[in-house]
């Protein structure tokens, strides 16, 4: 079949949505299906490329500048026009609800093509990142959410990552349409567990002789790493073999660094900056425990990865994290910004080694059910479901 992917985050963009547009169109076309992606210009004109098996339409853009690397299209209903026309897709897949998905969702819906949305954003994701709004946060978090119901409406299908989302999306009784949750998914083949090389350990300047707690993932204000360097702070006066490695890039990057130095931290802790392929499978083997603070995930996909490296979780009790981090199961729930909780759950890992032990095997159980395989077939199912409906 001939698959449509609209994102307007899109590979080389670091983030999930990114991660997993790229991860679907990549599978779909391993699968033999024909799969082009639209997606904003990482230079700023319109060109095209191909990304290995898949080809990409990338739209004129301009700098988005809350997010690292991010770029919009804001008017790019002509150009997505052309592609539609062009490609004459079977189904067109929405990523996100921005300007490339909105000129995909009124195009298909125009033409008669079968529409999947899926919503991977929560309205935190953008408000924590745009302080001067903070005062009117929550009518905005209101309108962000109302549309974004009027927006998935218009699908066929919508899709969520976990069935935890799916229940927070309902509380909005302006989509009728059918909901699934499908997991993001990641390759099991990628991210397994056992020991890193040495050269990462060089490569990146980490101890080999201390146990290391991790985050990896987006440095934006919305993941609140504030409170995962005011823990290790926390842990570290009582434990000094525990080192902090701080895997990627972002809007906050600086703020934290500041923070690491106020607490005279330097030397304890190790940002990388942004990291992809095999170094960032081998950064995930090197954790002793990984941190998750964010409290606006409606997966998370880095988490998921952790898992599957062989990691013991500390997360928020919130968003969709409960279903990856199950409390004294694979790891520990604490409440949002609630700091002595996530320095009790990194302590109690970092000095129990048969609990640690016991709740990484148990992330293995969990992250084996979430193989991305499972998710391209999900995917094609309902693709070829609404094709022939």
């Known amino acids: 079949m001939k698959i449509l992917i609209a994102s307007d985050l899109h590979w080389p963009t670091i983030n999930g949505v990114a991660t997993f547009s790229r991860n679907l169109a990549r599978g779909m076309a391993e699968r033999g299906h024909e799969v082009h992606v639209i997606a904003p210009s990482q230079t700023g004109k319109k060109c095209k490329e191909i990304d290995g098996?898949?080809?990409?339409?990338?739209?004129?853009?301009?700098?988005?500048?809350?997010?690292?690397?991010?770029?919009?299209?804001?008017?790019?209903?002509?150009?997505?026009r052309k592609i539609i026309e062009e490609f004459d897709p079977d189904v067109i897949h929405i990523q996100m609800l921005m300007w490339i998905g909105q000129a995909a969702m009124k195009l298909g819906n125009k033409n008669g093509i079968p529409i999947v949305s899926t919503n991977h954003a929560m309205p935190e994701n953008l408000m924590d990142n745009l302080k001067l709004l903070a005062p009117v946060s929550r009518p905005i978090n209101y309108i962000l959410t109302e549309y974004g119901a009027r927006f998935h409406a218009k699908a066929d299908i919508v899709t969520l990552p976990t069935q935890s989302a799916i229940d927070m999306f309902k509380a909005s009784d302006k989509v009728d349409v059918p909901m699934y949750a499908v997991s993001n998914g990641i390759n099991l083949s990628q991210f397994t567990p056992g020991d890193a090389p040495r050269e990462v350990y060089e490569k990146f300047n980490l101890p080999q002789d201390k146990k290391i707690i991790t985050y990896i993932g987006r440095l934006d204000a919305e993941k609140h790493l504030w409170v995962l360097i005011e823990a290790f702070r926390n842990v570290h006066a009582d434990v000094s073999d525990i080192h902090l490695l701080v895997v990627g890039g972002g809007t906050d990057r600086e703020n934290l660094t500041r923070l690491v130095q106020k607490y005279g931290l330097e030397d304890s802790v190790t940002f990388t900056g942004v990291v992809t392929g095999d170094d960032l499978a081998a950064l995930h083997k090197v954790g002793t425990v990984y941190v998750m603070p964010s409290p606006a995930e409606l997966q998370s996909i880095a988490t998921l990865e952790a898992m599957a490296s062989g990691q013991p979780i500390v997360a928020v009790d919130a968003g969709a994290l409960r279903e990856l981090c199950q409390d004294d199961r694979n790891g520990y729930l604490c409440e949002k910004d609630n700091v002595e909780e996530v320095t009790r759950g990194i302590y109690e890992l970092v000095t129990d080694d048969v609990r640690r032990a016991r709740y990484a095997a148990e992330s293995l159980?969990?992250?084996r059910t979430?193989?991305?395989?499972?998710t391209l077939e999900r995917f094609e199912d309902i693709y070829t479901g609404l094709i022939k409906s």
Not at 370 to 374: E, S
């Open 365 to 367: 159980v969990i992250a």
């Open 53 to 80: 098996n898949y080809v990409i339409h990338r739209t004129v853009s301009v700098p988005f500048p809350f997010y690292q690397n991010f770029r919009i299209s804001l008017n790019p209903t002509r150009e997505v």
């Open 370 to 374: 979430h193989d991305i395989n499972t």
